[in-house]
Structure formats: C-alpha cells, structure tokens
C-alpha cells in the first residue's frame, strides 16, 4: 500500500514540483485510513467521485511551486490508478457490499415522533 508521501513522489516525477505540491491531496484520500486501517479504506475515496469530490475541495487546477498549473483531477487519478490499476465508479464498490437487514431496516415515523406509539422518546 502506496503512503501519500510515495504517490507525492510519483507526482513530482510526472509532473514537476516538489511532494508539498500535492501532498495535501493525496493524504485526503487516504485520510480514511483513519476510520478503517486495511485497504477496505479505499471505498470512501478512491473512485470516480471521490476524484471528482477532490476537485470540489481543492478547485480545478493546481499551481505547482514551479509555476506549472495542471487540473487537480489529474492528481486523483494518479492517485487512484496507482493504488487500484484502474478508476471504479462508486457503482463498482457497492457490488461488493453484502447487504444486511439493518441496513434496510426503516422504523415508520409515526413509532419515531409518537412517544406513545412505543417509539423512541424525547
Ligand atoms: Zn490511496
């Protein structure tokens, strides 16, 4: 498993710059590892949106200590490609979710605002 200061490194080779260029994103997506320390981590990030989400975070282009300005996508998908070989959407990660009834499971919201119900109370 790549550290983000190894995928900075593969950064600056293709890009230029230097790893405090990009350091900051990469360690956004694997700041989930945080939650979950095995590669299951990657569900969060580590997909199309999640490229698309870092752009929403960090704005469509970079500007490198060179000068150099390069889209802040491009970073993601290095970052991805590197790690899994290629980009999955989010779709492709929910496949290999194995559903279970509480994730399902829905109380009727009669039970939830109606202490008298036998639902939950204030
Ligand atoms: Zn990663």
């Known amino acids: 498993m790549?550290?983000?200061?190894?995928?900075s490194l593969s950064s600056v080779k293709k890009w230029g710059g230097c790893v405090a260029d990009?350091?900051?994103?990469h360690d956004w997506f694997d700041a989930s590892k945080a939650i979950i320390a095995d590669f299951r981590h990657?569900?969060?990030?580590?997909h199309a949106?999640?490229?698309?989400?870092a752009?929403?975070?960090?704005?469509h282009?970079?500007?490198?200590?060179?000068?150099r300005v390069l889209p802040t996508r491009w970073v993601g998908e290095q970052h991805v490609r590197e790690d899994l070989g290629f980009i999955p959407?989010?779709?492709?990660?929910?496949?290999?979710?194995?559903?279970e009834p509480w994730m399902g499971r829905a109380q009727p919201l009669r039970k939830i605002l109606d202490?008298?119900?036998?639902?939950?109370a204030a």
């Open 22 to 25: 990009y350091q900051f994103i």
């Open 115 to 120: 202490p008298f119900a036998g639902g939950i």
């Open 42 to 46: 990657r569900a969060l990030r580590h």
């Open 49 to 53: 949106e999640g490229i698309f989400m």
């Open 55 to 59: 752009e929403t975070l960090f704005g």
């Open 61 to 67: 282009t970079l500007t490198l200590s060179s000068g």
């Open 2 to 7: 790549a550290h983000p200061y190894h995928h």
């Open 89 to 99: 959407s989010f779709a492709d990660w929910v496949k290999a979710i194995r559903p």
